[in-house]
């Protein structure tokens, strides 16, 4: 039986998110593992998403970015979203790779989803964090 993942991308930061979604597919292609992407608009809506779909996949991949801004409601989203994402992974028993980045400012944002010139060679940059959720999830789903 092959594997599938789910990708379940954040899009308000659109380039940052492209970005984590092509580090992420460049490991599992290489890995020849099947996965889809799921667009959400925020990183709150990310576990509904997983949740969503948990008995049609063996694994997850949560990308996006949250960025701090002036009040409290970075704490907030920051802090829900992963706990609700590691509620998740027990629960289901399933891997949940997690590849949303919480930053300071957009120059933190882009060094995180940086992707090397030989993309298409299918090699990411160490700082992509896509590339290290899709790693941890295939490290755990492959048998």
């Known amino acids: 039986m092959s594997n599938k993942v789910l990708i379940v991308a954040s899009y308000y930061y659109k380039d940052i998110s492209n970005n984590l979604i092509k580090g992420a597919t460049c490991i599992l292609e290489n890995?020849?593992?099947?996965?889809?992407?799921?667009?959400?608009?925020?990183?709150?809506?990310?576990?509904?998403m997983i949740n969503r779909n948990l008995k049609l996949y063996?694994?997850?991949?949560?990308?996006?970015?949250?960025?701090r801004g002036e009040t409290y409601h970075f704490e907030l989203i920051s802090n829900e979203v992963t706990r609700k994402i590691m509620d998740l992974s027990i629960t289901s028993?399933?891997?949940?790779?997690?590849?949303?980045?919480?930053?300071?400012?957009?120059?933190?944002?882009?060094?995180?989803?940086?992707?090397?010139?030989?993309?298409?060679?299918?090699?990411?940059?160490?700082?992509?964090?896509?590339?290290?959720?899709?790693?941890?999830?295939?490290?755990?789903?492959?048998?």
Request: one cysteine or more.
């Open 31 to 48: 890995l020849n593992i099947n996965y889809n992407i799921e667009k959400t608009d925020g990183s709150f809506e990310i576990p509904f």
């Open 58 to 67: 063996d694994g997850f991949i949560a990308l996006g970015c949250i960025i």
């Open 93 to 143: 028993h399933k891997p949940i790779g997690f590849g949303i980045i919480t930053c300071e400012n957009m120059q933190q944002a882009i060094a995180r989803s940086t992707l090397d010139q030989n993309v298409s060679n299918r090699l990411v940059g160490k700082s992509n964090k896509g590339n290290e959720a899709a790693l941890a999830v295939a490290n755990l789903i492959i048998k």
